[in-house]
């Protein structure tokens, strides 16, 4: 993965990407001209500081935003044209996602929180229940299953999370500060399984995060800043000059 | 099924905002319950009238008589099955707050034309025996504690003095609805006590009660029977008897309004409630609904999320209202005594309650259910609860 690798069709292919937000009737600019590709397996780590717009890219890739303009490729499809409706399946289908404050629905049991994702798709409940058994099993989490959020410590509240990110089987994982809200037992656990995730299970994952040593654990790190996309390269080279 | 789950258990989330929720939903259909039962009390005379049944009075006002001599006319006139009359007597039985209504009737045409009073045959022919007899309505004897052979003394105050009655027979409705709070006696006891005190008075009759062969000819009986007294010294005014009960409710229709009035300004202050619930729950949720969206789930079922949590809130506090609505509506109608001859909740009034309990779920989601669907998800995950 790079800026713009030419060499093979890249998993998520993202040019001239721009993104603005209206604030008190003023334009800020978050993103400017982002070019990217991703490519399938890729574990890749977006650093920067707060308010650099990493958060907003990894929303743009993960379809839940739009851009201005530019262009975004997953696969192939440009995303960016999809209807909300459209995007909405796209996600469903191909996207697992993983949150710093893990997103789960207090009301329902580790293992129907896993489940959840399932019912939208054609499973038997038959099916859905060994998928979801299949997924806490490879959290670490199987003595857990009828265990509320609340009932559960943090690091395990994000395993839980991790299990309904992959139980659809997603061609794309995203991240956003996975390891944000944890101790560092918590955090070394979870980084342990999205490593797990991509090369055990070959999972293309794109992580926001803080955390150099989270950032570590991913094939390549990607620096955003003031809306511009670097290297460590060009970081390094920047420092120089 | 999952979403079912969902369902119950956010309307379940914060117990002691549900229960106080649920309790305002409970007071506020109860309370519509019963202020729609008294409405309902108000028209029973009215809703009971047959629709052969026609009412003949002094054109002038019902306070004025009419002579005795009209019932033969009117029954001569075409179309008129049978005819029977009745006066107001307006006794006092003990104590001025026990009031009942109270008629002088001329008995074997009077309860022919009411077959809905169910009179046992063996304490008819005792009533009809016994000048002094009377016959009351089960609820009457009830709230009294009064049995056959029982003397019951009225002080009268159209007809002056102290009357007494001995209660001869007990008549139960044909139906829930039917008026039991009467009590009946002969007109000529009346009239001839009256003859011997006041002889301008006698043979004089309150209202005429017209039976019709056909339902359809009312209106063409009733003029019929006016122009037979056009001109006469005491015209007379001929109506249905729906009608002639609808004049009384008349009198008191700005009362009626208004009780009907307060009952849908209780609703709609519920719904006010109802509705700040569903806008605090939804807004405390908006993340969890954002992350439903991220997960693939539409708008519509993230607002259908929000309508079923309202509608099963309201369907909870419907259900306890409704229940207790009967119970409570027996004790109110105890404590009224015979003010409301017939004190029942109808199939309508519940229906009623249904239809507002499912009105608030439904309006009280709206503005809640709009906003988290359409809430951007990049914003809605941005939200803290």
């Keep these: ?241 | 099924m999952q979403f079912l789950k969902l369902i119950l258990r956010n309307a379940l989330r914060h117990k002691l905002r549900t229960a106080l929720t649920v309790l305002g939903l409970v007071v506020a259909i109860l309370s519509f319950g019963l202020l729609q039962t008294v409405v309902g009390a108000w028209y029973a005379g009215a809703d009971s009238a047959a629709p052969t049944r026609l009412v003949t009075r002094n054109a002038i006002s019902l306070v004025f008589p009419l002579p005795i001599s009209y019932r033969e006319k009117i029954r001569a006139v075409d179309g008129v099955r049978a005819v029977s009359y009745a006066n107001w007597f307006a006794g006092v039985y003990q104590d001025p707050k026990n009031f009942f209504p109270q008629f002088a009737v001329e008995p074997r045409t009077y309860f022919d034309m009411y077959p809905d009073y169910r009179v046992p045959p063996d304490e008819f022919a005792a009533f009809l025996r016994d000048r002094k007899g009377a016959v009351i309505g089960r609820k009457l004897a009830n709230t009294h504690n009064l049995k056959v052979g029982d003397v019951m003394p009225l002080r009268g105050t159209i007809f002056p003095g102290t009357w007494e009655f001995t209660v001869r027979a007990i008549y139960d409705g044909a139906e829930a609805k039917t008026d039991t709070s009467q009590m009946f006696f002969h007109w000529e006891y009346l009239n001839e006590s009256v003859k011997k005190r006041s002889r301008n008075r006698a043979d004089q009759i309150g209202i005429y009660l017209v039976d019709v062969v056909d339902a359809d000819r009312a209106a063409e009986v009733s003029h019929a029977i006016d122009a037979l007294f056009k001109n006469s010294l005491a015209e007379t005014l001929t109506e249905t008897e729906r009608a002639f009960q609808i004049g009384f409710v008349k009198q008191t229709e700005a009362l009626v309004v208004a009780i009907r009035l307060v009952s849908y300004v209780v609703i709609v202050i519920i719904l006010a409630v109802m509705a700040n619930t569903m806008a605090m729950t939804a807004r405390e949720r908006l993340a969890e609904y954002a992350t439903l969206k991220v997960l693939g789930f539409s708008p519509a079922y993230v607002a259908a999320l929000i309508l079923g949590e309202s509608i099963a809130i309201a369907a909870i506090g419907a259900a306890i209202g409704i229940a207790l609505t009967f119970p409570v509506g027996d004790w109110f109608a105890a404590q009224v005594g015979t003010l409301f001859p017939v004190f029942e909740v109808s199939g309508k009034t519940v229906a009623l309650q249904i239809a507002c309990a499912l009105g608030v779920g439904v309006l009280a989601a709206i503005v809640p259910g709009r906003r988290a669907a359409t809430v951007k998800i990049v914003d809605g995950l941005r939200a803290i609860g």
């Design chain 1, 1 to 241: 993965m790079n800026a713009a690798d030419t060499s093979a069709e890249p998993l998520i292919r993202i040019r001239n990407l721009v993104k603005s937000y209206r604030r008190g009737g003023q334009v800020v600019p978050v993103l400017t001209d982002i070019t990217l590709d991703v490519r399938t397996g890729d574990f890749l780590g977006l650093m920067g500081p707060s308010g650099s717009g990493k958060s907003t890219l990894l929303n743009l890739i993960a379809g839940i935003d739009k851009p201005d303009s530019g262009e975004l490729l997953f696969d192939g499809v440009d995303i960016t044209r999809l209807t909300e409706r459209e995007l909405a399946d796209w996600r469903a289908g191909t996207v697992g996602f993983i949150f710093q404050f893990y997103n789960l629905m207090p009301v329902l049991t580790a293992f129907e929180n896993v489940e959840l994702p399932l019912t939208l798709t054609r499973l038997s409940r038959r099916e859905r229940h060994e998928h979801v058994e299949a997924a806490l099993a490879l959290v670490g989490l199987s003595d857990r299953k009828e265990h509320y959020p609340s009932e559960l410590s943090g690091g395990q509240q994000q395993r839980v999370a991790i299990a309904r990110a992959i139980i659809t089987d997603p061609r794309l994982i995203v991240a956003d500060e996975p390891t944000g809200d944890l101790d560092r037992h918590s955090a070394e656990e979870v980084l342990k399984l999205m490593d797990q995730l991509s090369t055990d299970l070959g999972k293309t994952i794109v992580m926001v995060t803080h955390d150099r040593r989270a950032a570590d654990r991913a094939h390549a790190i990607m620096y955003l800043d003031k809306g511009e996309l670097s290297t460590a390269d060009d970081m390094h080279e920047r420092s120089i000059r």
